[in-house]
């Protein structure tokens, strides 16, 4: 798909999509990281078919990450991406810099199946506190089932590929529906706020009775602080290799996370996530579930919604066959002992 993908879109946007922070190690150690682990099947365990449900994230143990501007890979954008997460079942996480209002976003899921898990709504944080917090209760008001908010920028990475194409700005007619002024019709740039602390969480807790998921956890130390502050749930990321390039490849970076939690809030993880082996790996590793990001774009830029549920049909195929060839009944009774190097 990302061959695809890459034939059907302008050269700029294909590298904004798929580019990473200034020599992009880590953005290639995400995808190559899962390539070193191997996994080891027992055998005659009876497992019969994998059951692939998985709160609280839906039919099964995969979330659509948070990505902007998805109308520059298909006409529809966000509205086709919730469609297909509505009928996979999966959570949607909506950036706050979509091209379609979240209000918008929220019709196109609902128009697909009302029952489906409502989408999240990832938030940065910005110096203008009383613009987060109306944004908060729009959110609250177009129907999202939680927050997500992305705590590893304090300040734009550096990505070459885009300085490189002077791709710097949105094409005339595209904007961040979600940063629009309701009164003026005026659209805010991206902010972020390099003097946010842990009370930024406090701030936003006390603003919202919507659970809050802390994107972007690194650190073992920063993940013991997320339970300590009532986070109802980690993402362990490098932002996809886009924001610190020297860090981590996310896998690598899980096994720490999730002890340092000891099992009080799940934990996500994003980053080099291709294949329905790699989403084995990280459950195995202790991972609730896991987000896709470029796979989605891929999807979406070879043919808009269509694409985007063939994309996770083959990700839940995938993940199922992974699962009965491990002789495995159910994502959550994966453990590290089916894992090697």
């Known amino acids: 798909m990302e061959a695809a993908a890459r034939e059907l879109l302008p050269p700029p946007v294909y590298d904004f999509f798929a580019g990473g922070a200034d020599d992009e190690n880590t953005l290639r150690d995400n995808v190559s990281a899962f390539d070193r682990l191997r996994l080891v ?19 099964m143990p995969v979330v659509l990450a948070p990505t902007a501007f998805h109308r520059l890979a298909h006409e529809d954008g966000e509205r086709a991406t919730a469609r297909a ?22 019709d196109a899921h609902r128009g697909v199946d009302p029952d489906a898990p409502a989408p999240w709504f990832q938030l940065y944080p910005q110096p203008d506190k009383a613009f987060m917090e109306r944004l908060v209760k729009r959110v ?20 070459r590929r885009d300085v490189r194409n002077g791709f710097l700005d949105l094409p005339e007619g595209l904007h961040c529906e979600n940063l629009r002024d309701p009164d003026t019709g005026a659209v805010r740039t991206i902010a972020f706020d390099p003097r946010s602390g842990w009370d930024c969480v406090r701030r936003l807790r006390e603003t919202t009775p919507l659970p809050l998921w802390l994107k972007g956890i690194a650190h073992p130390d920063d993940a013991r602080l997320a339970v300590r502050h009532g986070a109802a749930g980690i993402v ?15 896998i690598d970076l899980l096994p720490s996370i999730v002890d340092a939690v000891g099992g009080r809030i799940p934990v996500l993880m994003d980053g080099g996530v291709r294949r329905g082996t790699d989403v084995v790996k ?27 549920t063939r994309m996770l049909d083959l990700l839940r195929a995938e993940i199922s066959r992974a699962l009965a060839l491990c002789g495995v009944a159910r994502p959550s009774d994966l453990t590290r002992s089916v894992l090697c190097g």
């Open 282 to 308: 990280a459950l195995a590793l202790g991972a609730t579930a896991v987000g896709v990001g470029r796979p989605v774009l891929w999807g979406l830029a070879t043919a808009g919604e269509a694409g985007v």
């Open 140 to 159: 609250e008001a177009a129907g999202c089932g939680a927050f997500v908010l992305s705590v590893d920028s304090p300040v734009f990475g550096h990505r």
């Open 41 to 59: 099947p027992r055998v005659l365990c009876g497992a019969g078919r994998p059951d692939l449900p998985t709160p609280p994230v839906g039919a």
């Open 236 to 250: 362990v990321s490098n932002h996809g290799g886009r924001q610190l390039d020297g860090m981590p490849a996310a």
């Open 85 to 106: 997460a509505s009928a996979a079942g999966v959570v949607m996480v909506v950036s706050m810099a979509a091209t379609v209002a979240v209000e918008e976003v929220l």
